[in-house]
């Protein structure tokens, strides 16, 4: 089986995204850490972050997935806009840690005309700020679709990354399906040579979660616009394949499409009822 939910809002405090995720049926969650255009993140109660904690047990939910903000770019040209990023990185990673064992994802940065070496080197560089040997959360890099000068269009791209990071085993990559359908890969098609693709050149040990998106655009065409599930180019049929694979079995997988809470549910109980 693998873990299904969607993102919340933290509006209301931590608890509270996990009362609605079992209200919605879903048992993972995915939320912004701080506003997703950046900004100043919720101050987090230690006995609200222990209430959620307690909450994710009992109800055997699988690993949460909070999501750095997309302002967040470690390797811009702009030193300010760099040094703000790491700033962000480091801020998010300490308040993770109230949440021992959870994920933590983000688009690993736009090159903005340095080329794709300077931005893997300056990413790099970041990330070996900012880990510490002690740290209870996995980072992870998302497969982007490759629109403008993001990094990790490709799965080279990111194994980059990861080799030049001195504890990459507190690395993993949330794998997105709609980036990496408009990047280029055929996970229609050919979702094992995808997937076989994946494990030599990063492994699938390192997969720690997916983006569970359909796609408004086709095979390659590095668009990035999310579709509701089974309303996009990728389709039912395939993502149906794609959440009953036996590489990401055990994973959590979260939407990030199109929806309102009703959207939401429905896509929730679509995906669990596969799993019947
Ligand atoms: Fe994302
Ligand atoms: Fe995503
Ligand atoms: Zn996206």
Redesign the pocket.
Known sequence: MIYIGCHLSVTNGYEAMGKTMLDFGGNTFAYFTRNPRGGKSKEIVPEDAAALNTLLKENHFGKLVA?GSYTMNLCASNESTRANGLDMLQKDIERMEYFPDSCY?F?PGAHTGQGAEKGIELIAEALNSALFPEMQTTVLL?TMAGKGSEIGRCFEELREIIDRVELSDKLGV?F?T??TWDAGYDIVNDLDGVLTRFDKIIGLDKLCAV?F?DSKNPCGSHKDR?EKLGEGTIGSDAMKRIALHPALQGKPF?L?TPNDDAGYIKEIHTVLNWMK
């Open positions: 999501h994802n688009h998302e949330c997105d709609c980036h983006h998106n999310h979260i990030e």
